[in-house]
């Protein structure tokens, strides 16, 4: 066949056209950036809601991307909750439920999927799942953070003089596991910044395919050092306490003698929890100033425009409300993290009530990519809800704690059952947001609480969890 001219310019044209298509058609190989911190109430971010705590940088956040204000963890606790953020499907297909939990074989990993993509798939800070990130797809880590470190501890003292009981022996390890007990064992007040560091030496790389960035700070769990050049940031008398403040929770919800509850005596007073919420935001405005840092740093290496960046934290936390202090309950305050999207494609200044799971971030990343979502990941896309085609994709949302708690929220209602107690709540969340007014014992409401409870007990039989008591 001899090429004119005008048929080289026409297959030119054709191959141009492919090309553009492809690209429409394809997300693009963006960068991801995952920031998780640890214990992180929802209303603790000025820009939602929040006029007595400074988060610039997650506002600007708030800002430039699109926020779902009712994305909850599902199970909170730590380790269990990370697993469904690692993996995509709940505890109850992956194994981990609990602390200590081992992984099922066959279950999905994130980042093993990212790599195998073409992904760098790279880790900085908090570790605490089974075994280290190298053994779940991650291919290096950074300023990794874990426990194991038990017989360099001192006993030490948190701002408000609480002997510390969390993170104790735990610090910084090499990429080969090495142990750095030099650089600190436990929690230090400037921690934020360390791991901060760690994340910029990862981005300042810019290297040649695209990365996969998963940062978590330790900020804001306990225990609560006040950070260098911090005190006083907060005066703790101008504080507001929550609106659902108690001295004490009405019953035990299968928690009240855990760790978490013991870090405030009986019964919470307004002085304990806001000298505590004073050191609180402080550490949660020094973990904003660090992930500012993360931010200006793909800004200053040119990879902002990008990246894709999503923040939440892995769980919310009581700090005196409803009389608990911990975070094993299904709670606003608790059960709901922040979570925010930032990056191309994202639409800016954009607020959603879509209700979602910590292990939707999955699947919804690779949807965002380009990537095929592993069959076995139960988790589903956000991407019809960021792109505006769908107001959601769940219709109902279910939370659990060990055996002594279960939870579905709609839209409106949410259910609590407390099976070792068979006690259960009903809240009325377009009209009681701070979950004050129990309905569940309310004529008027039987027919929900049934419509609701059967809704439960099919996820519970569909998902292999223990029936609830009648």
């Not at 499907?89 to 093993?112: I, Y």
Request: hydrophobic residues 35%; proline residues 8%.
């Amino acid at each position: 066949m001899q090429w004119t001219p005008t048929a080289l310019l026409a297959g030119l044209l054709v191959i141009l056209a492919e090309a553009a298509l492809a690209n429409a058609a394809a997300p693009g190989r963006r960068n991801v950036l995952l920031v998780v911190t640890d214990d992180q109430r929802p209303d603790t971010i000025a820009a939602l809601g929040n006029p007595h705590i400074h988060t610039p940088n997650l506002d600007r956040l708030v800002a430039r991307g699109t926020t779902f204000t009712r994305a909850i963890c599902a199970n909170p606790i730590c380790t269990p909750s990370r697993a469904e953020l690692l993996t995509g499907v709940s505890g109850f297909t992956s194994g981990v439920r609990d602390f200590g939990g081992a992984f099922r074989d066959g279950v999905p990993r994130w980042a093993e999927t990212m790599r195998r993509a073409g992904w760098h798939t790279w880790y900085v800070g908090k570790w605490h799942n089974k075994g280290l990130p190298r053994d779940h797809g991650y291919e290096e880590t950074d300023g990794l953070f874990t426990g194991g470190g038990g017989k360099w501890w001192v006993p030490t003292f948190d701002w408000n003089g609480r002997e510390v009981t969390g993170y104790r022996g735990w610090l910084f390890r090499e990429n080969d596991g090495t142990v750095r007990p030099e650089r600190g064992v436990g929690l230090s007040p400037g921690i934020s910044a360390k791991i901060a560091d760690a994340a910029i030496r990862f981005i300042n790389r810019r290297p040649d395919k695209p990365f996969f960035l998963h940062v978590n700070f330790t900020a804001p769990h306990d225990p609560l050092l006040m950070p260098f050049g911090y005190a006083g940031r907060y005066a703790p008398a101008k504080l507001p306490l929550p609106e659902n403040f108690l001295p004490r929770h009405p019953f035990d919800h299968g928690n009240l003698e855990g760790r978490d509850e013991r870090l405030f005596e009986w019964p919470r007073t307004p002085e304990m929890v806001r000298d505590e919420l004073a050191v609180y935001y402080a550490v949660i405005t020094h973990m904003d100033e660090q992930l500012g840092r993360i931010l200006d740093a793909l800004d200053q290496t040119g990879q902002s425009e990008d990246t894709l960046v999503i923040f939440t934290s892995d769980h919310g936390l009581a700090v005196g409300s409803h009389g608990l202090r911990g975070k094993q309950s299904m709670y606003e305050h608790t059960i709901q993290v922040p979570l925010i999207f930032r990056g191309p494609g994202i639409s800016t200044a954009r607020r959603t009530p879509a209700q979602c799971y910590l292990r939707d971030l999955f699947p919804t990343v690779c949807d965002l990519c380009g990537i095929a979502v592993p069959a076995a990941v139960e988790g589903k896309s956000l991407k019809p809800v960021l792109e505006g085609t769908a107001e959601s994709v769940h219709p109902f949302v279910v939370g659990y704690f060990r055996d002594f708690q279960r939870m579905l929220r709609t839209d409106r209602w949410k259910l609590i059952h407390y099976p070792h107690l068979d006690r259960t709540q009903l809240f009325d969340l377009a009209n009681d947001p701070h979950e004050l007014h129990d309905l569940s014992r309310q004529p008027a409401h039987q027919e929900t609480l049934s419509t609701l409870n059967a809704k439960l007990r099919d996820w519970q039989q569909k998902h292999n969890d223990p029936p609830l008591k009648k």
